[in-house]
């Protein structure tokens, strides 16, 4: 079956603009993660989706920061007034709970604010 | 908190040879999990090898094999009869039993040299 898939691969964007990012978990995986890839943090949970539901933000690295999950599904990751720092490989991975705790991951979006 | 530190930026070895990467994580918690992923330029985060706190048993999966000292907090990753595909980025992961985040380590670049 398909693996996670994450859109789009790339996004080059502007100081100040918002973004999207989406994120479909493998078929039936119930638990959703976001992490994020940078030069000077290295690797960092963001959030966690079970379900709908999101029982750990507390990555999030500032209120610009905001995600959502639907239908149990596809998930998006919306950073407002996007900021260098943001520029980074955000990554999103998914697992099938509780039957297994192994997180599968997308390829990433990577994220250049210019 | 949970840190994980992988010492070793960059490491390299010839075509066959074995090659051991390091990791060292800090926790006061006894039960865990423990990881490593590799990351080729594709970005795709695979998983490699999985070890339980509780088991004292060494964890392998064919051409790899962990060194686990839990009394150390030492989780070392020995890749045998290395082979091209496995030039990669390795992270090193932890996860607390009962929660969902991965915490990880810097990563290691690993090159071959055929």
């Known amino acids: 079956g398909a693996g996670v898939s994450q859109s789009p691969s790339n996004k080059v964007t502007e100081k100040g603009k918002d973004v999207e990012l989406r994120c479909d978990p493998i078929s039936g995986h119930t638990a959703l993660y976001w992490y994020r890839q940078s030069l000077g943090q290295g690797l960092e949970f963001l959030i966690y989706f079970q379900g709908n539901s999101a029982p750990d933000k507390s990555g999030l690295p500032s209120d610009r920061f905001s995600a959502e999950r639907t239908g149990g599904s596809v998930s998006t990751l919306t950073i407002q007034r996007t900021q260098q720092e943001d520029s980074a490989v955000y990554l999103c991975?998914?697992?099938?709970?509780?039957?297994?705790?192994?997180?599968?991951f997308g390829p990433g979006t990577r994220l250049t604010v210019t | 908190a949970q840190t994980v530190t992988q010492s070793q930026p960059e490491m390299s070895v010839q075509e066959a040879e074995t090659v051991t990467l390091s990791c060292t994580y800090d926790?006061?918690?006894?039960?865990?999990?423990l990881f490593w992923y590799k990351q080729p330029p594709s970005r795709q985060m695979i998983l490699v090898i999985r070890?339980?706190?509780?088991?004292?048993q060494n964890a392998t999966e064919n051409r790899f094999s962990v060194n686990f000292q839990k009394a150390a907090k030492s989780f070392s990753l020995k890749i045998s009869d290395s082979q091209l595909g496995d030039a990669a980025m390795y992270f090193c992961a932890y996860r607390r039993r009962g929660a969902q985040k991965l915490v990880f380590g810097q990563g290691t670049r690993l090159t071959i040299n055929p």
């Open positions: 926790t006061s918690e006894s039960d865990y999990y």
């Open positions: 070890q339980e706190a509780y088991k004292q």
């Open positions: 991975a998914s697992s099938l709970l509780p039957v297994s705790y192994e997180q599968y």
